[in-house]
């Protein structure tokens, strides 16, 4: 009986020992001031949007700078609240750390195209579908859209043959302009050769890249790349060649 008093006062004591060892250990001293602000910055592939200088710019505009600042009085929600305002960012997390420096993780948002159309806009489509503004001093190398090309229709339409485009390594080194249509057609200029590829309609454009892929390797690469003004795709399990003059 006493053996068993005994261990039951035991385990006792060592759960206070170990509720007190994580309290002690969670808590930040109170005069610990913080000492750095490190920021990593994701998702430069496509152009650097966001830079330390502008972050730092806009924490110091809100008075949210953490440097020089107790450590318990920094509000990591505050500081990504201020990051996530800003819009050429995604996302961001931030934290603590013991040593007194406060860590940055900021997700640029990825341009996919870049929208110069008839109407005189200029903007660009992200990899979410959004519309975002083109950030002076920044360019990004992308596919132009051109032509009768409104937000609704490139953020609903064109936005998907963007990101086929973009993740396919054939199809992003070739294709560099997309034009839309009055009618709202897709032509596509290609880097390689003069011609102009006519998809016609936006719909199963991966089909109708398939079989220009494949026109590609089996004509194009034995008559040469130069010989037609116009490749149409507009109908199903065709290819149409306009020669030039």
């Not at 004591?13 to 000492?35: D, F, H, K, M």
């Not at 934290?95 to 109407?119: C, D, E, F, H, W």
């Not at 973009?166 to 290609?190: C, G, R």
Request: glycine share 8%; hydrophobic share 40%.
């Amino acid at each position: 009986m006493i053996k068993k008093i005994f261990f039951i006062l035991l385990g006792g004591l060592v759960g206070v020992y170990l509720v007190l060892a994580l309290t002690v250990l969670n808590r930040e001293p109170v005069s610990q001031i913080c000492q750095g602000f490190e920021l990593l910055i994701e998702d430069q592939g496509n152009g650097q949007f966001v830079t330390k200088e502008e972050m730092v710019g806009l924490l110091e505009k809100k008075k949210l700078y953490p440097v020089g600042k107790r450590m318990e009085d920094i509000r990591t929600g505050l500081l990504e609240a201020v990051f996530n305002s800003y819009q050429f960012i995604e996302s961001s997390e931030c934290y603590k750390s013991p040593s007194g420096t406060i860590y940055a993780r900021i997700r640029q948002r990825v341009p996919v195209l870049r929208v110069m159309n008839n109407a005189g806009e200029n903007f660009y489509v992200d990899d979410k579908a959004g519309v975002m503004p083109v950030h002076a001093g920044r360019p990004t190398h992308l596919v132009v859209v051109t032509g009768f090309a409104d937000k609704a229709f490139v953020s609903d339409k064109v936005y998907p043959l963007g990101m086929y485009l973009m993740k396919d390594k054939f199809w992003n080194a070739q294709i560099e302009q997309i034009n839309v249509t009055s009618k709202k057609e897709i032509e596509l200029v290609p880097r390689v050769g003069e011609h102009i590829v006519f998809l016609g309609a936006v719909d199963h454009f991966e089909e109708k890249l398939d079989r220009l892929k494949l026109f590609y390797e089996k004509a194009l690469n034995k008559v040469g790349w130069n010989k037609y003004e116009r490749i149409s795709l507009e109908f199903g399990n065709q290819v149409i060649c306009t020669k030039k003059d």
